[in-house]
Every structure is written in structure tokens, then in C-alpha cells.
């Protein structure tokens, strides 16, 4: 089982009291519980039953951004598709997910960026780091347990070398530079894409093999540095996530996610380095990597280093996060996905088709639509035979398009039911089983982050029921103490033929009713009131309103 070591945030240690599992490349079933669950297994390449090392709880590690610039929607799709996962095991099956995700906040494209900028690495990295996580609350996405910046992990980082080192698995130039042996593990290089995929990357003259890789980088001028015991440098890209999963969830890690471009080399390289630091076979049991977000009619991915991109803020200034977040949905979370006004529209139109039902059945709940009698026993049958549905799609490997279908399938089964009549016919009426339906497909989609009521964006009056009922009273207030402001009464000593105007007393009223209507137009809100000229007169030099 796994055990708490440490409650510091920067040290959340989980050692499992298990050793590794696995020998060379074959993926290993692991002990522990079974969640009845299957999952796509980037390791082998097929669905496998989900088990997790302790009952009830998911370790899960996954890679954040490198922060050197704007989030985009490739970025988006991967942790809105990752949280959707994390929501559905979370909220439907009951499993405490423990999300622990790395900040890059040092890297070879952040020190170029801060170079052109002429700030320092550390700005650069904390500002978009900062923008990232809006970017992430503004899609609704859960935050981790815990954000562990690279920049912080240092000496941990150092202590991972040296213990791969001392396996006999890494070695030091004399230039200060320190790669991983790929040599030394022999065939078990390259679980996830094979070791032919493996290509040399740029690096030291004396390395042993040209696929060897980075662990750690000897100090450059005009680059940040830390002390080391082969000199001043900084990390390597693969080392940092080995090192940070490890910190947190020691030698066994459940789930390990990121976009599938990650893949190879990258969490290739963590597992190597886990299993050679850990002295084990299987790190990690599960890698689950979703698909790429291309633009219509291009095979190129969205991407920062091609240029094709487009920011989240700059989305979310066309579109919705409902609306992003089910067109994530309408595709598996493995599958490449086509970013277009058409696919953005399918999405969009879906919720449109949610939105109408909704409306069209509270209207047949307060007796406002009247329809022919409705076979209420085949809709509590059809309801039923959805729910059923849905758990079986979701457990099957996540697959969110069947659940859509499914609830997308009963909005148009419930449609069919409250076709309107021109007269009543005094059939009797079955309220229930609508609000039912309503209450069930609110709460699917309140768990894969869908807000189908919109209550957290109460800033847009027309989004919000409660905003406008506030609104409306205070208008019908204004309305009343306008009215009671200006009554007339008659002035003793004045003639007869005289215009009845508002007593002196009550001027501020109607002042302070004035500066409530402008301060209200401010912010968006117009109150018009229709008044009867003639019925009153302001004093000389007044308005009619």
C-alpha cells in the first residue's frame, strides 16, 4: 500500500511497498484493484483492464508546459481531454486521482525567448507559467494536486543522476556534461515506440552511442546554472519528470499522460531513466496519450514551432469553454482531432439542441406546453437503458462520443414527446420523468465539466437567471420610488390654473433615481420607463423621462 512520507507540497512522497514488476520490454499486469475499467496502454498498444497499486486511489503523474509563451489550443485539447478522464474516475467510479504535474520553468527555448525579451529566464517563466493556469481555470480544467517547478527541484535532480550513476547506467564528460547509457539496459530501451525509432540527439563528441541523451548540461555563458558534483549546468529535458514522479510517487506510478508527440523521445527517456534508477522492470503501468489537434485539411499538428496556432484567450473570445469542452467530447481522447468553424459549429449546435429540450420540457413542467399524453413507462425505460449506457461507454477506455450519443439519442427521445398540441386535450400529464431526464443529463455533463446552466459566468447578464431576477427588482424598485417622487399634490396659496408639479422633499429621489439608471447603463443595463407626457411636469429647465 502506499504511504504518506511527507506533507510538504514540494515532497509528497508515496513509496510503494511493492518492487518493480516486468522484465525487459513486456508489459506487466500489475497487482492491486481491479476498477473494472479498461484503458488504451500506450505500452502495449491495446486496452487493458485498469489496476490500480492501492484500492481507491490513481496515482497520476503528466507533463506540464514549457513555459516560454502562450498556451495554445493544441495545448488546450491534450489537459481538457486529461481532465475529463480525471473527472470521470473521479466523480463516476469513485477513484481519488492524485495529479501531480511539472512546470518547466527552465529549457533552452525559454533562455532564447528571454534573450530576445532581455529579461531574465526566471520572469519570463513565472509570467507565462501565471497565464498558463488562467488559461487552464478559464477552460475549467482541475488543477493538480500539486504544480512542482523544475527550478525548485534542483538537488533532487542532482541526487537522481548520481543514483543512476551508481548503477552503472549514466556517465560524465570531461566536459561537465552527463548522458544516459543507453547501452547499459540493452534491449529494454524503447517500450513505447521501439528502440529503431531511437535517433542520436545534438550533444558531446564523447558520448558512447549517438542515441545517449542529456542528463545534465554543462554551464554556457549567459545561461542560468546550479553547482553540481560535475560542475555548474542545469538539467536536461527527460531527467526532470523522472525525477519529480519519482520524488512524489517513488519506484510505481499508475497512470503517466501527455500529448502523444511526447511519446518518443521524451517518456521513452523516463522510463529508461525510472527503471534504471528504481533497478526495476515496469515504472510505470499505464500511458495514456492523447491525439494531436491538426487545422482543417492539414496533416501538420498545432504547434508553436510552426507557427499555425491560436492562443486560448484569442478562442475563448469566439467561442465558449462549453463550447470547446464538447468538441473535445464528439472525439475519442486518443484520436487526432480537426480544428474548423465546422467542427466548432457541431459542438456548438449540440448544446444548442440540450439547451431547446431543456427549455421545451420545464415549459411542460409548469404546464405552459400543452402535448398528447405521453408514454411515460417507455421514457423511465428509455432513461434507464441510457444510464446504462453511458457507465459501459465510460468505463470502456473513456469513450466520451458514445456518451454523447447516448444522451444526444435521449434529448431526441424526449423531443419526440413534446410535440405541441393547438388544444388541450386532457390527457394526463407525466412532469416527472422529464425532470428526471433534465436532472440526469445536468449532471453527466456537470461531470465532464460541461455547465449547462452557465453559473460560472455570472458577469453576462443574459447567462444568468439569478442576475436577471436581481435586475428586474431593482428596476420595478426604481420604478416605485420614481412613481412616489413624482405624485403631485396641490401647493397651498398657489393659483388654480397652476401646474401640479412634485414637492421640493422629493427632488433627491428623483435624482437619486437618476444616478442609479446612469450608473446601471454603465455596466450594460438600460432602464426605459414609458411615461404619459402630461400627466406631470418637472419644474422649468427639467427633463421628461
Not at 312 to 339: G, Q, V, W
Not at 499 to 514: G, M, N, T, V
Request: hydrophobic share 35%.
Amino acid at each position: 500500500r502506499l504511504r504518506l512520507r511527507n506533507l510538504s507540497p514540494s515532497k509528497l512522497i508515496f513509496r510503494p511497498s511493492a518492487s518493480c514488476t516486468g522484465v525487459g520490454k513486456k508489459w506487466t499486469r500489475p497487482t492491486g484493484y481491479d476498477t473494472g475499467l479498461k484503458t488504451y496502454n500506450s505500452l502495449t498498444k491495446q486496452k487493458e483492464p485498469l489496476v490500480l497499486a492501492q484500492e481507491g486511489i490513481a496515482t497520476w503523474y503528466s507533463c506540464g508546459p514549457t513555459v516560454y509563451d502562450h498556451a495554445h489550443l493544441g495545448h488546450a485539447c491534450s489537459y481538457v481531454r486529461f481532465d475529463i478522464i480525471q473527472r470521470i474516475l473521479s466523480r463516476v467510479f469513485g477513484i481519488n486521482v492524485i495529479h501531480v504535474m511539472v512546470i518547466t520553468d527552465i529549457d533552452d527555448k525559454i533562455i532564447r525567448r528571454a534573450l530576445e525579451k532581455s529579461i531574465s529566464p526566471t520572469i519570463l517563466a513565472r509570467m507565462y507559467e501565471e497565464e498558463f493556469k488562467n488559461d487552464m481555470l478559464a477552460l475549467k480544467v482541475l488543477p493538480p494536486a500539486v504544480y512542482l517547478r523544475v527550478t525548485e527541484n534542483i538537488p533532487q535532480i542532482v541526487a537522481f543522476i548520481e543514483g543512476i550513476i551508481r548503477n552503472e547506467h549514466a556517465y560524465a564528460t570531461k566536459q561537465g556534461d552527463v548522458y544516459f547509457d543507453i547501452g547499459s539496459i540493452g534491449d529494454r530501451y524503447g517500450k513505447l515506440m521501439g528502440a529503431g525509432d531511437a535517433a542520436g540527439e545534438p550533444g558531446d563528441t564523447e558520448k558512447r552511442d549517438s542515441r545517449d541523451f542529456a542528463l545534465w548540461k554543462a554551464s554556457k555563458p549567459q545561461e542560468p546554472s546550479w553547482e553540481s558534483p560535475w560542475g555548474k549546468g542545469r538539467p536536461g529535458w527527460h531527467i526532470e519528470c523522472s525525477t519529480i514522479a519519482s520524488s512524489v510517487f517513488g519506484s510505481q506510478l499508475d497512470i503517466h499522460s501527455g500529448g502523444v508527440d511526447l511519446a518518443f523521445p521524451h517518456h521513452e527517456n523516463e522510463i529508461a531513466q525510472c527503471e534504471a534508477y528504481h533497478q526495476c522492470g515496469q515504472w510505470g503501468n499505464y500511458f495514456l496519450h492523447s491525439g494531436h489537434l491538426h487545422l482543417k485539411g492539414s496533416a501538420e499538428k498545432m504547434s508553436k514551432s510552426l507557427n499555425n496556432y491560436i492562443t486560448i484567450k484569442d478562442f475563448l473570445e469566439s467561442y465558449s469553454t462549453n463550447e470547446f469542452r464538447m468538441f473535445c467530447l464528439l472525439t475519442k481522447y486518443r484520436s487526432a482531432i480537426d480544428y474548423s468553424d465546422a467542427s466548432l459549429n457541431e459542438a456548438r449546435s449540440s448544446l444548442a439542441t440540450i439547451t431547446a429540450f431543456t427549455h421545451d420540457a420545464q415549459a411542460y413542467m409548469r404546464g405552459q406546453l400543452q402535448c398528447q399524453a405521453v408514454q411515460e413507462g417507455a421514457l423511465w425505460e428509455r432513461l434507464a437503458e441510457t444510464k446504462a449506457n453511458v457507465v459501459r461507454a465510460l468505463a470502456d477506455d473513456f469513450d466520451t462520443p458514445r456518451v454523447v450519443n447516448a444522451i444526444m439519442s435521449l434529448v431526441s427521445h424526449g423531443n419526440r414527446h413534446l410535440q405541441p398540441i393547438a388544444k388541450p386535450d386532457r390527457s394526463p400529464r407525466s412532469p416527472a420523468v422529464f425532470g428526471a431526464f433534465l436532472t440526469y443529463i445536468r449532471e453527466v455533463f456537470e461531470v465532464l465539466g460541461v455547465d449547462l446552466l452557465d453559473r460560472k459566468e455570472p458577469h453576462s447578464v443574459d447567462s444568468s437567471g439569478t442576475l436577471e431576477n436581481v435586475v428586474e427588482q431593482l428596476a420595478r424598485f426604481r420604478s416605485d420610488v420614481r412613481a412616489f417622487a413624482l405624485s403631485v399634490e396641490d401647493m397651498p396659496g398657489e393659483p388654480a390654473h397652476a401646474s401640479p408639479r412634485p414637492h421640493s422633499e422629493k427632488l433627491p429621489l428623483l435624482k437619486a433615481c437618476d444616478t442609479l439608471r446612469k450608473d446601471l447603463a454603465s455596466i450594460g443595463v438600460h432602464i426605459r420607463v414609458s411615461v404619459c407626457v402630461g400627466q406631470w411636469r418637472l419644474p422649468k429647465g427639467g427633463r421628461v423621462r
